[in-house]
């Protein structure tokens, strides 16, 4: 069982890992508000498995270190806290990225998944709901 915690860990880690070195100046550990001149949208590599993998790769690297240590009841602590931090920031995130790219980001969700269990990200329903027939919506 630790054995896995171990791969768990790993994988989440090389996954976090490979997300910031993919995204390089487009990463930030602060969730952007305002749209920066040289902010693009990253889908190749790790972003064209998971949409946030940085994110999925630390929930993962979290949960792993709970099976490594082989504590049942911080496992069940972790995944909830865990869960529940990524589901809002994910959540407020993709808000400002539908806003920064529109119709583009409304693509990407409907074709890459979240990658966290039961997260499914900001609903462009929602988004659709909220921005003007006269938004420019910027194209790839």
């Given at each position: ?50 949409r946030h993998p940085a ?53 990407y969700q409907n074709t ?29």
């Open positions: 069982m630790r054995l896995s915690g171990l791969f768990i860990c790993l994988l989440g880690e090389i996954l976090r890992k490979t997300a910031i070195l993919t995204a390089r100046t487009n990463f930030d550990h602060f969730v952007e508000i305002s749209r920066r001149p040289e902010h693009i949208l990253i889908t190749h590599g790790v972003y064209s498995w998971v994110y999925v790769g630390w929930f993962y690297w979290a949960i792993g270190t709970q099976v490594l240590l082989g504590n049942p009841v911080c496992l069940v602590v972790y995944a909830f806290a865990c869960h529940s931090f990524f589901r809002a920031r994910i959540e407020f995130e993709e808000m400002h990225l539908l806003r920064f790219f529109g119709t583009d980001y409304v693509h890459v998944p979240v990658g966290i269990p039961f997260v499914s990200g900001y609903k462009t329903q929602r988004f659709v709901n909220h921005v003007s027939p006269h938004a420019p919506v910027p194209s790839g």
